[in-house]
């Protein structure tokens, strides 16, 4: 274990390092146990840096087995070695050249940071401090060199060696079994963007031809035998590469772009310069073992990292406080794509229920943290929903504010000027207030201040003088180490809608020709002239700003933007919120007229009725309640899980009940002709079925039964089964335990299937499922030693299930604690990423916060913890000031 728990790192504390690194020789003799790594590294000191400071690099479990300068061996007492670092005391003041020989044990590396091995093979994770745990180094971004990796192996072991860049030499070692790759990548890069790969592998490839006309061979590794479940991906990649091309004027700068899938990995993917890394779930699909969202995931990842390739490696992030720089950047891009690949509407939506359900969660909870945080003791605790998706939502609103063609202007001046350079937030504004000749330094607020901003709007109709006015005010509650907050600049989208449908020509000089008012005070009002009728307002179109709003709109008038408004996003928008004040309401105890959820159910049916063919997809999202968790999140305080889930179950229900010969009608008419494919508006009908199928249930158990089972043998697809089975869990009995049994038997041998058994059954919200999951976990199959094992069933009971994990008696949460304690001995990323399901522990009634607070110091107190688990543990306790 590391011992230097306590060290804050502040962004205030920045300092250019003392050295510079220009090229990095790598010769690394691949061993399952005792794997030699000799680096060569060329230095100098940087003119930026201390005249006469020492030179100490970074190192993390590594063993030095020798050092030399300038081809000198150096004697002990010229430098002073530790697991943790390597410092040579008197380091020469002109350039000169490191050698340093260490030893490392991949197959012992549980940790999965640096070299380690899945199902055999090697592979390598550096960011963001994996890089020390291969050889010392200067392992910050800012430290960017040239690398060339001399890769050796046993050719029965590894036949397959890569490396970052492009192959420069291979070959045999004479009278030996053993053979060798040499990889040279001429893009001076960062170390966490080293990778190295050796291993049995299956290849699929094409050739893509950039803009430019260079010709670049495109390849996708994964275990033989898999390869024709990577034709998707390959195909995502081309697309991918396209589209940046057309959107952003970016090409590729490489001769290969190599893609590896392997089955043990932290996160989803990694963007190693010319050499992703990619968590298997998130590369292999056929119809049979994936869904349409698998699909659409992998085609969203495989567009983010290659988009790295420009937001993130050709620019990267000075330091790790500048994370959002590539992070927001890169997802608000492959959010962009997958919407003119998909549905633009269906698209947003999916996104903001994520942010919701992710980052405002984070927001409210005792680890908000700002987009870009100001300290940390563990950056990898900083791959947060707040600085990948918040991130992209600035990065959205700034496109709002300055319009579409200064947008790709500020972009090009970006990339233009900052290319081959370790970035700042600051650099990224500059080229925006650059080319508009604006003043970026309110905005920029957002990266600074944590918390989701609350707006609150009244609407006033005076009809004598056909004026409307709008009224808007807004604050942001506290977070760690943020009692008060300032105003924040809002882009609010928004027009008008007449409650009969028709359009209303009102004007107000505040709003712009994109049709966005900009609040940034702490309150304004804006009126339109002009207006005949009371309006309907329609605010916050395509979810303009990452806030939470509180409208003075009755449910009556809500009700009408759901038929009416133009745009689709407000439309679902309507529905949800008439939806959540009742399930509110319900879920606290109070009562609510029965004609209220009556007009909902007529509203649906009638959207239903009319409208949900034009797009399925979009249909199936309105007929989605919002979750339990978005529930608990609204009411905020003094939460009880089981209120809530019965009367979502129950709105349900009602729902159901209303809109049956609709939801049957759907279920039968809907049927996939012809082969699968994982098209967005095939994926949209089968979403609409599904959905239908699953309201039903909840209407007429035996019904939904019958169905289910029915879909459940006859299924042509992965999407269509695992739908069926997931209907069914609803629906406690025989019927649902044969299903669960026929589906081990059908998938035991493919891990990615078995996940999605693990997670619905650790999902059933019934007594018995914390004893089913322990169950599960002696299952052949479970494994805590492989993340996605981990995630799929312990994960997915500590996050989805709102009423089991948080069970009153705090059994939920003492076997999470259990877990990740045991989980923390082998792989602490992973055990602190379990740890976060802790985030809503603050909003839960006092028997459930008592039980919850006592799980967590009884993590906290434990000795020798990972520096990643007592982080989380300590940052969820901590009383926060002014909360
Ligand atoms: N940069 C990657 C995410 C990533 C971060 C840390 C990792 O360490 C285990 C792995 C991947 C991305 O944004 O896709
Ligand atoms: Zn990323």
């Known amino acids: 274990m590391r011992t230097d728990i306590a060290q804050t790192v502040r962004l205030e504390d920045y300092r250019p390092s003392d050295f510079l690194i220009d090229r990095v020789d790598l010769d690394v003799r691949l061993h399952p146990t005792a794997t030699r790594i000799t680096a060569t590294l060329s230095l100098r000191p940087n003119p930026k840096g201390r005249a006469d400071a020492p030179l100490t690099l970074d190192g993390d479990e590594v063993s030095l087995k020798a050092v030399a300068l300038d081809g000198r061996a150096l004697p002990e007492s010229e430098f002073e070695a530790s697991p943790q670092s390597l410092t040579i005391t008197q380091p020469p003041r002109g350039p000169f050249t490191l050698t340093i020989e260490t030893e490392i044990d991949p197959t012992s590396n549980t940790?999965?940071?640096?070299?380690?091995?899945?199902?055999?093979?090697?592979?390598?994770?550096?960011?963001?401090?994996?890089?020390?745990?291969?050889?010392?180094?200067?392992?910050?971004?800012?430290?960017?060199?040239?690398?060339?990796?001399?890769?050796?192996?046993e050719r029965d072991e590894a036949p397959v060696l890569l490396g970052?860049?492009?192959?420069?030499?291979?070959?045999?070692?004479?009278?030996?079994?053993?053979?060798?790759?040499?990889?040279?990548?001429p893009h001076p890069k960062p170390s966490y963007l080293f990778a190295l790969v050796g291993g049995r592998l299956g290849r699929v490839a094409k050739s893509f031809t950039t803009m430019s006309g260079r010709e670049v061979e495109l390849a996708i590794y994964v275990e033989p035998g898999k390869e024709n479940r990577a034709d998707y991906a390959l195909d995502?990649?081309?697309?991918?590469?396209?589209?940046?091309?057309?959107?952003?004027?970016?090409?590729?700068?490489?001769?290969?772009?190599?893609?590896?899938?392997?089955?043990?990995?932290?996160?989803?993917?990694?963007?190693?310069?010319?050499?992703?890394?990619?968590?298997?779930?998130?590369?292999?699909?056929?119809?049979?073992?994936?869904?349409?969202?698998?699909?659409?995931?992998?085609?969203?990842?495989?567009?983010?990292?290659?988009?790295?390739?420009?937001?993130?490696?050709?620019?990267?992030?000075r330091d790790w406080f500048q994370l959002c720089l590539k992070e927001g950047l890169t997802v608000f891009r492959d959010q962009e794509f997958s919407s003119d690949e998909r549905s633009r509407p269906v698209h947003r939506i999916a996104e903001v229920k994520t942010l919701r359900a992710r980052q405002f969660l984070e927001d409210s909870s005792p680890l908000a943290h700002p987009v870009r945080p100001i300290q940390y003791r563990e950056i990898n605790n900083f791959y947060t929903a707040t600085v990948y998706e918040k991130g992209a939502e600035i990065v959205r609103m700034l496109k709002a504010l300055i319009g579409p063609a200064d947008f790709r202007r500020g972009m090009d001046l970006y990339y233009e000027r900052c290319d081959g350079t370790a970035a700042t937030v600051e650099d990224f504004l500059a080229a925006f207030a650059d080319v508009t000749g604006r003043d970026l330094s309110h905005f920029a607020r957002w990266y600074a201040q944590a918390g989701t901003p609350r707006v609150t709007v009244k609407g006033t109709f005076d009809a004598a003088a056909r004026t409307y006015r709008l009224d808007f005010t807004q604050e942001t509650p506290p977070t760690p180490g943020q009692p008060t907050k300032e105003p924040m600049a809002i882009p609010v989208a928004l027009g008008l809608v007449a409650r009969d449908g028709s359009a209303i020509e009102a004007v107000s000089d505040r709003v712009n020709a994109e049709g966005v008012f900009v609040l940034d005070k702490a309150s304004d009002s804006l009126t339109f002239t002009g207006v005949s009728a009371h309006p309907v307002p329609s605010l916050f179109r395509e979810f303009s700003a990452p806030v939470k709003t509180i409208l003075d709109l009755s449910n009556e008038e809500l009700l009408v933007l759901l038929r009416h408004d133009s745009d689709a996003f407000n439309r679902w928008q309507a529905a949800q919120t008439v939806a959540m004040r009742l399930l509110a309401a319900r879920s606290t105890g109070k009562a609510i007229a029965d004609s209220d959820v009556a007009d909902l159910a007529t509203a649906l049916r009638a959207f239903m009725e009319t409208d949900a063919l034009g797009d399925p997809a979009f249909a199936a999202l309105v007929l989605t309640l919002p979750s339990e968790a978005d529930i608990a999140q609204d009411i905020g305080r003094d939460v009880e899980p089981d209120m809530i889930h019965r009367a979502r179950k129950e709105m349900r229900r009602r729902i159901g009940q209303a809109c049956i010969e609709t939801l049957r009608h759907f279920r039968d008419s809907l049927s996939a002709t012809g082969a699968y494919s994982p098209d967005a508006a095939s994926a949209g009908r089968r979403a609409l079925r599904n959905a239908s199928l699953d309201l039903l249930a909840a209407a007429d158990a035996a019904l939904g039964e019958t169905l289910a089972r029915e879909q459940f043998e006859t299924a042509g697809n992965m999407t269509d089964r695992l739908a069926a089975l997931s209907t069914l869990m609803t629906l406690p009995g025989d019927a649902r335990e044969a299903a669960l049994a026929r589906f081990e038997e059908s998938y035991r041998d493919e891990p990615l299937v078995l996940d999605k058994w693990f997670t619905l059954q650790a999902m059933i919200p019934e007594d018995g499922t914390l004893e089913r999951v322990k169950r599960l976990m002696e299952h052949p199959g479970f494994s805590m030693n492989n993340p996605n094992r981990v995630r799929s069933l312990i994960g997915s009971f500590a996050m989805l299930n709102q009423v089991q994990f948080n069970r009153q008696d705090g059994s939920g949460y003492d076997f999470l604690a259990d877990i990740v304690l045991r989980v923390d001995e082998l792989n602490p990323q992973l055990a602190a990423r379990l740890l976060t399901s802790f985030s809503s522990w603050r909003m839960m009634e006092t028997k459930r916060r008592t039980h919850a607070k006592s799980a967590l110091s009884r993590i906290a107190g434990k000795p020798n913890l990972s520096r990643d688990v007592s982080d989380i543990a300590a940052r969820s306790l901590a009383e926060q000031q002014g909360q």
Not at 118 to 124: A, I, R, V
């Open 111 to 153: 940790k999965l940071m640096g070299l380690y091995r899945s199902s055999g093979n090697y592979c390598t994770q550096c960011e963001a401090e994996g890089f020390r745990r291969i050889t010392y180094f200067l392992d910050r971004p800012d430290v960017m060199a040239v690398y060339t990796t001399r890769i050796e192996a």
């Open 164 to 185: 970052n860049g492009n192959r420069v030499e291979a070959g045999s070692l004479e009278g030996t079994s053993r053979h060798y790759a040499v990889w040279h990548d």
């Open 236 to 317: 995502a990649l081309e697309r991918s590469m396209r589209w940046d091309e057309r959107a952003f004027g970016r090409e590729y700068d490489l001769d290969v772009f190599n893609i590896v899938a392997v089955s043990d990995f932290n996160m989803g993917a990694m963007e190693n310069k010319g050499l992703n890394i990619f968590n298997d779930k998130y590369v292999l699909a056929s119809p049979e073992t994936a869904t349409d969202a698998d699909y659409a995931n992998i085609e969203a990842i495989i567009a983010h990292e290659y988009f790295h390739n420009w937001s993130g490696n050709r620019v990267t992030c």
